[in-house]
């Protein structure tokens, strides 16, 4: 089983930055993908970007808005994932979600609980 941590989020007037960490622990012992995905109340949770165990990061298609402003890398301690956020507008506010997939077995994706960035 594995459990995921988001934190970082809170309020911020729009132009500033946030940086959104997500801890994952729990038994990974193989290649996996680290994503970040947010929602807003009364729509579907959407993808943002992702980072796999080798490096390769992956970006949602529509969002160019996101992809200029968010920035998906790896944490300084193992199995963590950061999002960079800059120049935020009102519209990025919602819940911001950490998901953990792991290729190796049949189980999962795994969800941290989220952590909320409110932007004014």
């Known amino acids: 089983h594995v459990q995921l941590v988001e934190s970082g989020g809170g309020s911020v007037q729009a132009g500033g930055s946030l940086t959104l960490s997500c801890a994952a622990s729990?038994?990974?012992?193989?290649?996996?993908?680290m994503a970040w995905y947010r929602q807003v109340p009364g729509t579907e949770r959407e993808f943002l970007q992702s980072i796999d165990s080798d490096g390769s990061t992956h970006y949602a298609k529509s969002l160019d808005s996101v992809n200029r402003r968010f920035t998906i890398s790896r944490g300084s301690t193992e199995h963590s994932v950061l999002l960079q956020m800059d120049d935020l507008s009102p519209e990025d506010t919602a819940m911001y979600y950490c998901?953990?997939?792991?290729?190796?077995?049949?189980?999962?994706?795994?969800w941290g609980l989220g952590t909320q960035v409110t932007v004014s």
């Open positions: 998901k953990i997939i792991l290729f190796c077995t049949p189980w999962g994706p795994f």
């Open positions: 729990g038994f990974i012992t193989c290649g996996h993908s």
